[in-house]
Protein backbone atom coordinates (compact mmCIF):
# COMPACT_ATOMS: atom_id res chain seq x y z
CA UNK A 1 0.00 0.00 0.00
CA UNK A 2 1.10 3.56 -1.11
CA UNK A 3 2.00 5.91 2.12
CA UNK A 4 1.64 9.32 1.14
CA UNK A 5 2.96 12.44 3.38
CA UNK A 6 0.30 14.64 2.64
CA UNK A 7 1.27 18.28 2.97
CA UNK A 8 -0.67 21.77 3.54
CA UNK A 9 0.72 24.05 6.46
CA UNK A 10 -1.46 27.14 5.24
CA UNK A 11 -3.05 28.84 8.46
CA UNK A 12 -6.11 29.89 6.72
CA UNK A 13 -8.75 28.21 4.95
CA UNK A 14 -9.00 28.47 1.10
CA UNK A 15 -9.89 26.31 -2.18
CA UNK A 16 -6.32 24.86 -1.96
CA UNK A 17 -7.32 23.44 1.73
CA UNK A 18 -10.81 22.19 0.82
CA UNK A 19 -9.44 20.77 -2.23
CA UNK A 20 -7.02 18.81 0.49
CA UNK A 21 -9.19 17.86 2.24
CA UNK A 22 -11.51 15.88 -0.55
CA UNK A 23 -8.43 14.21 -2.06
CA UNK A 24 -7.11 13.22 1.37
CA UNK A 25 -10.04 11.43 1.48
CA UNK A 26 -10.29 9.81 -2.15
CA UNK A 27 -6.48 9.01 -2.16
CA UNK A 28 -7.26 6.31 0.74
CA UNK A 29 -11.18 5.24 -0.91
CA UNK A 30 -8.24 4.73 -4.24
CA UNK A 31 -6.16 2.45 -1.77
CA UNK A 32 -3.39 4.56 -0.43
CA UNK A 33 -2.46 5.82 3.35
CA UNK A 34 -1.97 8.90 3.93
CA UNK A 35 -0.83 11.63 6.80
CA UNK A 36 -1.99 14.52 6.32
CA UNK A 37 0.46 17.41 7.88
CA UNK A 38 -1.52 20.57 8.75
CA UNK A 39 -1.72 23.96 10.43
CA UNK A 40 -2.96 23.53 14.09
CA UNK A 41 -5.03 26.87 13.72
CA UNK A 42 -7.14 25.32 10.90
CA UNK A 43 -10.34 23.55 12.19
CA UNK A 44 -10.85 21.93 8.46
CA UNK A 45 -8.77 18.97 9.69
CA UNK A 46 -10.93 18.33 12.58
CA UNK A 47 -12.53 14.66 12.65
CA UNK A 48 -10.53 13.77 9.65
CA UNK A 49 -8.49 10.97 11.31
CA UNK A 50 -10.00 7.71 10.85
CA UNK A 51 -9.02 4.11 8.80
CA UNK A 52 -6.15 5.08 6.87
CA UNK A 53 -5.80 8.98 7.25
CA UNK A 54 -3.86 10.31 9.87
CA UNK A 55 -3.72 14.04 10.88
CA UNK A 56 -0.29 15.70 12.22
CA UNK A 57 -0.59 19.23 13.51
CA UNK A 58 2.70 21.20 13.08
CA UNK A 59 3.21 25.27 12.69
CA UNK A 60 6.13 24.69 9.80
CA UNK A 61 8.54 23.43 6.70
CA UNK A 62 11.50 22.85 10.57
CA UNK A 63 8.74 20.50 12.06
CA UNK A 64 7.46 18.62 8.76
CA UNK A 65 11.06 17.53 8.54
CA UNK A 66 11.29 16.15 11.75
CA UNK A 67 8.60 14.43 11.97
CA UNK A 68 8.93 12.79 8.14
CA UNK A 69 10.69 9.33 8.01
CA UNK A 70 14.54 9.91 7.74
CA UNK A 71 14.46 9.02 3.66
CA UNK A 72 12.60 8.08 0.98
CA UNK A 73 9.05 9.30 1.70
CA UNK A 74 6.56 9.75 -0.78
CA UNK A 75 5.81 13.47 -0.04
CA UNK A 76 3.27 15.34 -1.92
CA UNK A 77 2.37 19.00 -0.85
CA UNK A 78 -0.19 20.82 -1.64
CA UNK A 79 1.31 24.19 -0.47
CA UNK A 80 4.18 26.34 -0.97
CA UNK A 81 7.24 25.42 0.37
CA UNK A 82 10.59 27.25 0.59
CA UNK A 83 13.33 26.63 -1.91
CA UNK A 84 15.53 25.64 1.52
CA UNK A 85 12.80 22.75 2.53
CA UNK A 86 12.21 21.83 -1.22
CA UNK A 87 16.10 21.26 -1.73
CA UNK A 88 16.13 19.09 1.55
CA UNK A 89 12.62 17.51 0.50
CA UNK A 90 13.88 16.32 -2.88
CA UNK A 91 17.44 15.08 -1.45
CA UNK A 92 16.11 12.44 0.72
CA UNK A 93 12.37 12.08 -0.48
CA UNK A 94 10.43 11.56 -3.46
CA UNK A 95 8.89 14.70 -3.59
CA UNK A 96 5.37 15.56 -5.31
CA UNK A 97 3.26 18.40 -5.30
CA UNK A 98 0.55 20.23 -6.78
CA UNK A 99 0.76 23.58 -8.45
CA UNK A 100 -2.31 25.28 -7.04
CA UNK A 101 -1.34 29.10 -8.45
CA UNK A 102 -1.77 29.44 -12.61
CA UNK A 103 1.87 30.19 -13.74
CA UNK A 104 0.44 33.40 -15.24
CA UNK A 105 3.30 36.49 -14.39
CA UNK A 106 4.91 33.79 -12.21
CA UNK A 107 7.83 31.76 -12.18
CA UNK A 108 7.85 27.69 -11.94
CA UNK A 109 11.19 27.45 -10.93
CA UNK A 110 10.28 26.07 -7.65
CA UNK A 111 8.61 23.23 -9.14
CA UNK A 112 11.98 22.34 -11.32
CA UNK A 113 13.40 20.00 -8.27
CA UNK A 114 9.86 17.96 -8.07
CA UNK A 115 9.83 14.55 -9.65
CA UNK A 116 6.16 15.01 -10.28
CA UNK A 117 4.09 18.48 -11.00
CA UNK A 118 0.13 18.29 -10.52
CA UNK A 119 -2.40 20.94 -11.28
CA UNK A 120 -6.27 20.88 -11.09
CA UNK A 121 -7.43 21.76 -14.39
CA UNK A 122 -6.34 21.86 -18.55
CA UNK A 123 -5.70 25.83 -18.21
CA UNK A 124 -2.98 25.33 -15.56
CA UNK A 125 -1.29 22.09 -17.66
CA UNK A 126 -0.63 24.42 -20.55
CA UNK A 127 0.77 27.30 -18.51
CA UNK A 128 3.39 24.76 -16.92
CA UNK A 129 4.00 23.47 -20.10
CA UNK A 130 4.58 26.83 -21.35
CA UNK A 131 7.19 27.43 -18.57
CA UNK A 132 9.70 24.43 -19.66
CA UNK A 133 8.29 22.45 -17.03
CA UNK A 134 8.59 18.45 -18.14
CA UNK A 135 7.51 16.65 -14.93
CA UNK A 136 3.88 17.39 -15.24
CA UNK A 137 1.01 14.87 -14.65
CA UNK A 138 -0.83 15.09 -18.02
CA UNK A 139 -4.39 15.17 -16.67
CA UNK A 140 -6.00 17.80 -14.82
CA UNK A 141 -7.26 16.28 -11.05
CA UNK A 142 -10.01 18.30 -11.16
CA UNK A 143 -11.60 19.17 -7.54
CA UNK A 144 -15.02 18.06 -6.38
CA UNK A 145 -17.91 20.31 -4.15
CA UNK A 146 -16.74 19.94 -0.23
CA UNK A 147 -20.05 21.78 1.57
CA UNK A 148 -19.45 19.54 4.73
CA UNK A 149 -17.71 22.04 6.42
CA UNK A 150 -19.75 23.09 9.92
CA UNK A 151 -23.85 24.29 10.74
CA UNK A 152 -23.26 27.31 12.65
CA UNK A 153 -25.44 30.03 11.75
CA UNK A 154 -24.89 32.58 9.30
CA UNK A 155 -24.14 35.58 10.72
CA UNK A 156 -22.16 38.89 10.14
CA UNK A 157 -18.38 38.11 10.96
CA UNK A 158 -15.53 40.42 10.13
CA UNK A 159 -14.04 40.14 6.65
CA UNK A 160 -10.45 40.65 7.72
CA UNK A 161 -7.72 38.27 7.97
CA UNK A 162 -5.55 39.42 10.81
CA UNK A 163 -2.04 39.53 10.82
CA UNK A 164 -0.08 38.82 14.02
CA UNK A 165 3.19 40.75 12.75
CA UNK A 166 1.08 44.35 11.93
CA UNK A 167 -0.68 46.17 14.78
CA UNK A 168 -3.12 47.88 12.31
CA UNK A 169 -4.61 44.15 11.67
CA UNK A 170 -4.37 43.82 15.39
CA UNK A 171 -6.15 46.27 15.92
CA UNK A 172 -8.93 45.24 13.13
CA UNK A 173 -9.20 41.93 14.59
CA UNK A 174 -9.89 42.82 18.08
CA UNK A 175 -12.45 45.49 17.17
CA UNK A 176 -13.71 42.82 14.69
CA UNK A 177 -14.05 40.02 17.50
CA UNK A 178 -16.13 42.69 19.67
CA UNK A 179 -18.44 43.36 16.37
CA UNK A 180 -18.62 39.75 16.24
CA UNK A 181 -19.97 38.61 19.46
CA UNK A 182 -22.62 41.32 18.71
CA UNK A 183 -23.68 40.73 15.60
CA UNK A 184 -24.27 36.49 16.32
CA UNK A 185 -27.13 38.42 18.30
CA UNK A 186 -28.11 40.76 16.33
CA UNK A 187 -27.74 40.09 12.37
CA UNK A 188 -28.46 36.21 10.67
CA UNK A 189 -28.38 36.73 6.97
CA UNK A 190 -31.52 37.15 5.37
CA UNK A 191 -31.66 37.26 1.52
CA UNK A 192 -33.30 40.69 0.33
CA UNK A 193 -36.02 41.22 -1.95
CA UNK A 194 -35.02 41.47 -5.78
CA UNK A 195 -31.93 39.26 -7.40
CA UNK A 196 -29.35 38.19 -5.73
CA UNK A 197 -25.57 37.92 -6.24
CA UNK A 198 -23.23 36.24 -4.35
CA UNK A 199 -19.35 35.86 -3.85
CA UNK A 200 -17.95 33.11 -1.58
CA UNK A 201 -14.42 33.31 -1.82
CA UNK A 202 -11.31 34.02 0.23
CA UNK A 203 -11.18 38.36 -0.90
CA UNK A 204 -7.18 37.52 -2.21
CA UNK A 205 -5.95 39.24 -5.15
CA UNK A 206 -6.16 36.25 -7.31
CA UNK A 207 -9.29 37.21 -7.75
CA UNK A 208 -9.34 40.14 -8.66
CA UNK A 209 -12.56 41.46 -7.37
CA UNK A 210 -11.77 44.92 -6.94
CA UNK A 211 -10.70 45.18 -10.76
CA UNK A 212 -13.67 43.39 -11.46
CA UNK A 213 -16.67 45.82 -9.61
CA UNK A 214 -14.91 48.76 -10.90
CA UNK A 215 -16.42 48.09 -14.11
CA UNK A 216 -19.72 46.04 -12.70
CA UNK A 217 -20.87 47.63 -9.69
CA UNK A 218 -21.58 50.99 -11.84
CA UNK A 219 -23.73 48.89 -14.28
CA UNK A 220 -25.13 46.92 -11.06
CA UNK A 221 -25.93 50.13 -9.09
CA UNK A 222 -28.52 51.46 -11.87
CA UNK A 223 -30.84 48.90 -11.56
CA UNK A 224 -32.23 48.67 -7.96
CA UNK A 225 -33.30 45.20 -7.29
CA UNK A 226 -29.86 43.71 -7.49
CA UNK A 227 -27.69 42.97 -4.39
CA UNK A 228 -24.55 41.96 -3.46
CA UNK A 229 -23.87 39.15 -0.98
CA UNK A 230 -20.01 38.83 0.12
CA UNK A 231 -19.53 35.70 2.42
CA UNK A 232 -15.73 35.53 2.89
CA UNK A 233 -12.30 37.05 4.63
CA UNK A 234 -9.24 38.52 3.03
CA UNK A 235 -6.27 41.26 4.08
CA UNK A 236 -6.56 44.52 5.16
CA UNK A 237 -5.86 46.27 1.48
CA UNK A 238 -8.00 43.86 -0.65
CA UNK A 239 -11.21 44.45 1.78
CA UNK A 240 -10.60 48.22 1.55
CA UNK A 241 -10.07 47.94 -2.42
CA UNK A 242 -13.13 45.87 -2.95
CA UNK A 243 -15.57 48.06 -0.44
CA UNK A 244 -14.15 50.63 -2.61
CA UNK A 245 -15.15 48.98 -5.97
CA UNK A 246 -18.73 48.10 -4.62
CA UNK A 247 -19.62 51.94 -3.15
CA UNK A 248 -21.70 52.42 -5.83
CA UNK A 249 -24.51 49.56 -4.14
CA UNK A 250 -24.47 51.26 -0.92
CA UNK A 251 -26.26 49.63 1.12
CA UNK A 252 -26.85 46.92 -1.39
CA UNK A 253 -23.63 45.29 -1.12
CA UNK A 254 -23.15 43.54 2.42
CA UNK A 255 -19.92 41.56 3.70
CA UNK A 256 -20.48 38.90 5.94
CA UNK A 257 -16.77 37.43 6.73
CA UNK A 258 -15.86 33.74 6.24
CA UNK A 259 -18.57 31.63 6.87
CA UNK A 260 -18.47 27.35 7.54
CA UNK A 261 -22.07 26.56 6.72
CA UNK A 262 -21.50 27.44 2.91
CA UNK A 263 -24.28 24.45 2.60
CA UNK A 264 -26.86 26.99 3.61
CA UNK A 265 -25.46 30.36 1.44
CA UNK A 266 -25.57 28.54 -2.26
CA UNK A 267 -29.29 27.45 -2.01
CA UNK A 268 -30.01 31.64 -0.63
CA UNK A 269 -28.27 32.98 -3.87
CA UNK A 270 -29.77 33.59 -7.08
CA UNK A 271 -26.30 33.63 -9.16
CA UNK A 272 -22.38 33.13 -8.21
CA UNK A 273 -20.11 35.42 -8.84
CA UNK A 274 -16.69 34.87 -9.44
CA UNK A 275 -13.31 36.80 -10.29
CA UNK A 276 -11.75 37.54 -13.39
CA UNK A 277 -10.26 34.25 -14.72
CA UNK A 278 -6.31 34.41 -15.60
CA UNK A 279 -5.05 34.42 -12.38
CA UNK A 280 -7.12 31.30 -11.07
CA UNK A 281 -6.35 27.75 -11.65
CA UNK A 282 -10.43 26.50 -11.58
CA UNK A 283 -12.57 27.90 -8.95
CA UNK A 284 -14.47 25.28 -6.50
CA UNK A 285 -16.83 27.84 -5.79
CA UNK A 286 -18.13 27.66 -8.97
CA UNK A 287 -18.42 23.53 -8.59
CA UNK A 288 -19.95 24.55 -5.08
CA UNK A 289 -22.42 26.89 -6.24
CA UNK A 290 -23.40 24.32 -9.22
CA UNK A 291 -23.54 21.74 -7.13
CA UNK A 292 -26.18 23.32 -4.76
CA UNK A 293 -28.18 24.58 -7.63
CA UNK A 294 -27.37 27.72 -8.02
CA UNK A 295 -25.67 28.95 -11.44
CA UNK A 296 -22.86 31.03 -12.14
CA UNK A 297 -21.76 34.31 -13.88
CA UNK A 298 -18.29 33.88 -14.46
CA UNK A 299 -15.77 35.96 -17.64
CA UNK A 300 -16.11 33.53 -20.75
CA UNK A 301 -12.57 32.14 -20.59
CA UNK A 302 -10.55 29.68 -19.21
CA UNK A 303 -10.46 27.84 -16.61
CA UNK A 304 -13.68 28.82 -16.05
CA UNK A 305 -14.69 27.43 -19.62
CA UNK A 306 -13.90 24.14 -17.57
CA UNK A 307 -15.83 24.41 -15.09
CA UNK A 308 -19.17 26.58 -16.19
CA UNK A 309 -21.07 25.12 -19.02
CA UNK A 310 -22.27 28.22 -20.54
CA UNK A 311 -26.28 28.52 -20.87
CA UNK A 312 -27.04 25.27 -18.84
CA UNK A 313 -24.92 25.42 -15.57
CA UNK A 314 -24.30 29.57 -15.56
CA UNK A 315 -23.42 31.77 -18.28
CA UNK A 316 -20.19 33.13 -19.33
CA UNK A 317 -19.92 36.63 -19.82
CA UNK A 318 -17.10 38.58 -22.12
CA UNK A 319 -14.10 39.68 -19.67
CA UNK A 320 -15.12 43.37 -18.94
CA UNK A 321 -11.82 44.45 -19.36
CA UNK A 322 -12.63 44.17 -23.17
CA UNK A 323 -16.31 45.67 -23.41
CA UNK A 324 -16.47 47.89 -20.35
CA UNK A 325 -19.29 44.98 -19.30
CA UNK A 326 -21.96 45.37 -21.71
CA UNK A 327 -21.93 41.40 -22.35
CA UNK A 328 -22.24 41.25 -18.69
CA UNK A 329 -25.04 44.18 -18.81
CA UNK A 330 -27.19 42.06 -21.61
CA UNK A 331 -27.01 38.30 -19.38
CA UNK A 332 -28.17 40.96 -16.37
CA UNK A 333 -30.93 42.33 -18.29
CA UNK A 334 -31.78 39.10 -19.62
CA UNK A 335 -32.40 37.75 -15.97
CA UNK A 336 -34.23 41.09 -14.45
CA UNK A 337 -36.53 41.15 -17.51
CA UNK A 338 -37.51 37.19 -16.31
CA UNK A 339 -35.23 34.23 -18.54
CA UNK A 340 -35.81 31.52 -16.45
CA UNK A 341 -33.48 30.44 -13.81
CA UNK A 342 -30.93 27.90 -14.96
CA UNK A 343 -30.66 24.37 -12.36
CA UNK A 344 -27.47 23.07 -12.64
CA UNK A 345 -28.07 20.13 -11.43
CA UNK A 346 -30.93 19.41 -13.74
CA UNK A 347 -29.58 20.97 -17.36
CA UNK A 348 -25.27 19.92 -16.91
CA UNK A 349 -25.82 16.52 -15.06
CA UNK A 350 -23.25 14.92 -17.81
CA UNK A 351 -21.09 17.97 -17.06
CA UNK A 352 -21.34 18.08 -13.06
CA UNK A 353 -20.47 14.58 -13.27
CA UNK A 354 -16.92 15.18 -13.94
CA UNK A 355 -16.65 17.07 -10.93
CA UNK A 356 -18.11 14.64 -8.61
CA UNK A 357 -16.29 12.53 -5.14
CA UNK A 358 -16.79 9.22 -7.21
CA UNK A 359 -15.05 10.90 -10.38
CA UNK A 360 -12.28 12.51 -7.86
CA UNK A 361 -12.03 9.09 -6.67
CA UNK A 362 -11.54 7.36 -10.06
CA UNK A 363 -8.80 10.33 -11.02
CA UNK A 364 -6.86 8.93 -7.92
CA UNK A 365 -6.58 5.90 -8.57
CA UNK A 366 -4.71 6.80 -11.54
CA UNK A 367 -2.56 9.29 -9.47
CA UNK A 368 -1.72 6.64 -7.14
CA UNK A 369 -0.49 4.60 -9.35
CA UNK A 370 1.93 7.04 -10.82
CA UNK A 371 3.03 7.82 -7.52
CA UNK A 372 3.48 4.40 -6.85
CA UNK A 373 5.95 3.94 -9.25
CA UNK A 374 7.80 7.22 -8.88
CA UNK A 375 11.56 7.46 -8.90
Not at 305 to 313: R, W
Amino acid sequence: MLHIHHVNLQPIVGGGEVYTRALTRALVDAGAKVTLYAHPSVRLWDGMDGPGIEVVRIENEARLLERLPARDALVLTQCPISPQGIERLAATHRLAGFAHMPMYQRSAEAFRAYRLVITVSRYCIDLLRSAGLERIYPEPVYGTADLARGDEPVTRRSPYIVDRRKFRDILIGGFGALAGIANRRAEPFRKQPGLTLGLVSLISPIKQFPELFSILAPILARRPSVNLEIFGLGGYAQVRDLRRAVAPLASRARFWGYQTNIGAIYPQLDYLMTGLPEKEALGLNALEAQACGTPVLAPDAPPFTETVLDGASGFRYRDPRQDGGRHFEQILDAILAGRARLDPRAAAREHLANFSYPALVERSRKLVAVLSDLK
